[in-house]
């Protein structure tokens, strides 16, 4: 072997390490003579004076593509281990295509310069330390690079010309076969062919991807597997968004060959990983398109309409697709204060309203606003129906040409542009194939002006592709014939959902606009029509239910006027013979009056006539319980009246007094206390003109609770004591002024408190 003098005893001493590789298991199936000469690669090794024991095999790799960016285990521990200093020599079947990087190569015969390992092949031993060996390395790895790069360019010529001639065999999507002659034919099996039939009706009925998926809800949908145990078989599996994505997209279910719809692209990571990956080419860069090659499950237009469709609903594009839900003219509504879009909130009680984006960055202007959904839409939907006269529908349809055809006129200019460039380009290309190659002089200058008239060929094609993309899509004239033939009726169907509404206002207005009104009370609306017109109405806002069931004005007037002084059986007389309702439209009555004063704060007339009293107040002046005073009203011991408030008037004299304190001795249970059991028994003064707390709390009838809160929030005055009791001066002024709190609180005085009325539903 060539080199075999460099071998020295201190490389015999480290590890042989025999790297194997093959770049698909393709290779590995079918080319076993080249794995068995690699592993052979051992042989070699062991007869070179390694010990078999020293001698590894590294064959992690077999079937991986050496080429950048593509992890490989075994050449990661290859590199590893000889960093580490641990290894003798490298065997390989070429040491230059131990990677199909030149890159991989070097970085691989630096490392062994470095710790003084060998690079051995059957061509002969190389040492990387020597310079001449290290040009030799390089020089091959170079021509062993562009060896690969020539055959490569002539694979991928031969494989364009086949395409070119729609010869080229590629694997087929399901639903198609290739037949005995290798033509594309669509697949005999009649329930793929249902399958992939009702995908496309299904997107034609919904428009949308995600519908189709749930359309094919717990339907099995076939797949056609290609390489791997199951090559050819035809497998059922669940209908995903992705695959519902990939059929739509696919020009083969069109009668098309495309070839190159997908281009190889690598990037780099910041820590250096390269990554590759298939990118999609606009369907102007296809490099092979030929349309009706063979037959398809739909047309060529409408693969293009299914293209827009799908396009149309990319919101992450800006794009607004109709949805569900109630709201017409969501998606398509702006604020025309601010310029943002209008948002759609569904509320707790299914109410939609529009609402101004701009409201969650806090950048609303004064004129922006929020409203009820149903104001807006009834509005658009009944200019949309009153449009669609036959007068209207015949302008609408010459409005329609008028578009399209200035439509057309935009793009012409744009295709004849393309058409001049493509000619000279064309030209350019005849000039320099004319040029003789020796006259390098002539052809550099020819190629020059080639190069620079293919440039402005592509711009050309960008700009008539911006310009088609620019203009907004119209609907054809037999669209809209069909639409206004019984709109109303279409409209107001009970089978057309609300997602089929707002593709109906779609087909003929553009955008809706709030424009900015400073009437509360009302909303100016601006519509857009595809023939460019405009219109503009202003309309009523809803009331809010609340607001229209509340009370007339002229009856809250009357009982504000009378009610201080009038009872509520009367005020309800007095408002029914006036002819009012309530906000139901239902009569008043004593409870409709009683939520009246309740929600005006209307005061009701006093009660109590002159020598009466409330229960609270008989059960206080007896020392009992109130529930003592109902049980003597009960069983007829006391007489009491119930007055228009429904409350208990108790006329009170000495004489009901005197029978009153008889009764509350008789008693087995009350005669045992004068006053109730939670009022402390009277202590002595704590001095001259100052009571204690417990003697203040029954002198006025009251929790000694009540007192220490007056204290605390300052409306009692006391000190302290010896012992640290409260001492609280008292006079009869003072004793007054507390009974007149006692009688102002609703908690301690039950006839103080004002009665509320149940509301009326």
Known sequence: MNGEHKITSSHRERAALIYLRQSSMAQVREHTESTRSQYALADTAAALGWPRCDIEVIDTDLGISGKWGVAREGFTELVTRVCSGEVGAIFGIEITRLARSNADVARLAEFARITGTLLIDPDGVYDPADVNDRVLLGFKGTMGEMELHVMAQRLHANK???????????????????????????????????????VFAAFTACGSAYGVVAAFAGRRFPLRAYGGAWAGQLRWGTLTHARVIGILKNPCYAGAYVHGRYSSRRTVEPDGTVR??????????WPVLIKDHHEGYITWADYLANEAKLAANRTNAGARPPREGSALCQGIIACGSCGKPMRTN????????YECSSRADRLTTPTCRSVAAATVDDAVAAVLLDALTPEQVALALAAADEVAGRHQRVSRAAELAVERARYDADRAERAFC??????????????????ARLAALAEAEQA?????????PLPGRAELEKLAADLPGLWHAPATSSKDRKRLLRTLIADVTMLPEPDQAKVRIGIRWHTGATDELSVARAIHPGTAKRSPSPAVEMIRRLGPVTPAA?????????????????????????????????????????????TAEAAR????????????????????????????????????????????????????????????APPSPA????????????????????????????????????????CIPWNDQIQAGCRARIEQSGHLNPAARKAKPRRRH
């Open 160 to 198: 364009r010309a086949a395409a070119e001639r729609g010869e080229l065999r590629t694997p087929l999507p399901v639903g198609l076969v290739h037949d005995d002659a290798g033509d594309i034919v669509i697949d005999p099996d009649a329930g793929v062919q249902a399958a992939i039939r009702d």
């Open 621 to 680: 002046r007896l020392g009992c319980s109130t529930s003592v005073i109902y049980h003597w009203i009960h069983t007829g011991q006391l007489t009491a009246r119930r007055s228009s408030g429904d409350r208990l008037c108790i006329p009170w004299n000495d004489r009901v007094s005197a029978r009153c304190q008889e009764l509350v001795t008789q008693s087995a249970r009350l005669g045992r206390t004068a006053r109730p059991r939670t009022l402390p």
């Open 687 to 726: 001095a001259d003109g100052e009571v204690s707390v417990t003697e203040a709390a029954y002198q006025l009838g009251c929790s000694i609770h009540v007192i220490y809160y007056w204290l605390d929030t300052g409306k009692l005055a006391a000190r302290r004591g010896p012992g640290g009791r409260l």
């Open 570 to 614: 009367e005020l309800a007389e007095r408002l029914n013979a006036a002819g009012l309702t309530t906000g139901h439209g239902h009569p008043f009555d004593v409870k409709a009056v009683q939520w009246i004063r309740h929600a005006y704060h209307i005061p009701a007339p006093a009660p109590y006539a002159p020598g009466e009293i409330s």
């Open 276 to 285: 590759t990956a298939l990118v999609e080419r606009p369907r102007t860069q």
């Open 434 to 451: 004319a040029c003789e190659p020796e006259n390098r002089l002539v052809a550099r200058s020819l190629e020059a002006r080639w190069e």
């Open 346 to 353: 569904y509320h707790t009680d299914q109410r939609p309203s």
């Open 464 to 472: 008539l592709e911006a310009a088609r993309d620019s203009l907004t």
